[in-house]
Protein backbone atom coordinates (compact mmCIF):
# COMPACT_ATOMS: atom_id res chain seq x y z
CA UNK A 1 0.00 0.00 0.00
CA UNK A 2 2.64 2.03 1.10
CA UNK A 3 3.98 2.74 -2.70
CA UNK A 4 0.56 4.12 -3.67
CA UNK A 5 1.49 7.16 -0.99
CA UNK A 6 4.83 7.32 -1.95
CA UNK A 7 4.38 7.67 -5.75
CA UNK A 8 1.93 11.11 -4.65
CA UNK A 9 5.29 11.86 -2.67
CA UNK A 10 2.66 12.04 0.67
CA UNK A 11 4.54 11.82 4.16
CA UNK A 12 4.33 8.69 5.37
CA UNK A 13 3.73 8.16 9.16
CA UNK A 14 5.29 5.21 10.68
CA UNK A 15 4.67 2.96 14.14
CA UNK A 16 6.31 -0.24 15.61
CA UNK A 17 4.12 -2.67 13.45
CA UNK A 18 1.60 -2.77 10.54
CA UNK A 19 -1.31 -0.32 11.89
CA UNK A 20 -4.61 -2.40 12.98
CA UNK A 21 -6.19 -3.65 15.32
CA UNK A 22 -7.92 -6.84 15.70
CA UNK A 23 -11.81 -7.60 17.54
CA UNK A 24 -15.04 -7.82 16.60
CA UNK A 25 -16.54 -5.08 19.35
CA UNK A 26 -15.29 -2.11 20.56
CA UNK A 27 -14.50 -4.12 24.26
CA UNK A 28 -12.62 -6.94 21.77
CA UNK A 29 -10.54 -4.05 20.35
CA UNK A 30 -9.42 -2.73 23.68
CA UNK A 31 -8.08 -6.25 24.22
CA UNK A 32 -5.75 -5.94 21.61
CA UNK A 33 -3.32 -4.26 24.09
CA UNK A 34 -0.35 -4.41 21.26
CA UNK A 35 -2.63 -3.14 18.61
CA UNK A 36 -3.88 -0.39 20.98
CA UNK A 37 -0.11 0.59 21.44
CA UNK A 38 0.88 0.45 18.13
CA UNK A 39 -2.42 3.22 17.16
CA UNK A 40 -1.02 4.96 20.50
CA UNK A 41 2.54 5.41 18.80
CA UNK A 42 1.03 6.25 15.31
CA UNK A 43 -0.72 8.64 16.68
CA UNK A 44 1.83 10.12 18.60
CA UNK A 45 4.25 10.01 15.44
CA UNK A 46 1.34 11.67 13.60
CA UNK A 47 1.13 14.43 15.83
CA UNK A 48 4.52 15.11 15.78
CA UNK A 49 5.00 15.10 11.87
CA UNK A 50 2.17 17.73 11.55
CA UNK A 51 3.92 19.87 14.23
CA UNK A 52 6.81 19.88 12.25
CA UNK A 53 5.74 20.34 8.86
CA UNK A 54 4.11 23.48 11.06
CA UNK A 55 6.90 24.80 12.45
CA UNK A 56 8.75 24.17 9.03
CA UNK A 57 5.98 26.53 7.25
CA UNK A 58 6.43 29.02 9.87
CA UNK A 59 10.17 29.28 9.51
CA UNK A 60 9.46 29.73 5.88
CA UNK A 61 10.38 26.28 4.33
CA UNK A 62 8.23 25.30 1.61
CA UNK A 63 8.32 22.09 0.05
CA UNK A 64 10.51 20.65 -2.67
CA UNK A 65 9.99 22.25 -6.11
CA UNK A 66 8.03 19.55 -8.01
CA UNK A 67 10.64 18.38 -10.92
CA UNK A 68 9.60 17.41 -14.40
CA UNK A 69 8.60 13.38 -14.29
CA UNK A 70 10.99 11.23 -16.49
CA UNK A 71 9.38 8.03 -17.70
CA UNK A 72 11.61 5.11 -18.74
CA UNK A 73 10.56 3.11 -20.96
CA UNK A 74 11.68 -0.72 -20.37
CA UNK A 75 10.60 -2.36 -23.98
CA UNK A 76 13.06 -1.25 -26.64
Same mark, same amino acid.
Request: hydrophobic content about 35%; some cysteine; overall charge positive.
Given at each position: ???? $? $? +???? &? /? /???? +? @??? *???? %? &??? *? $???R?? /????? *? $??? =??? @?L???I ?5 E? /??? &? ?5 ? =? %?? +???
Amino acid at each position: MNKY $L $L +YAQM &P /V /VSSR +Y @WNM *VHGQ %T &PDQ *V $LEDREG /VQIMQ *V $LGK =NMA @WLLKCIEAGKQEG /VSR &PKEEKRI =N %TN +YIR
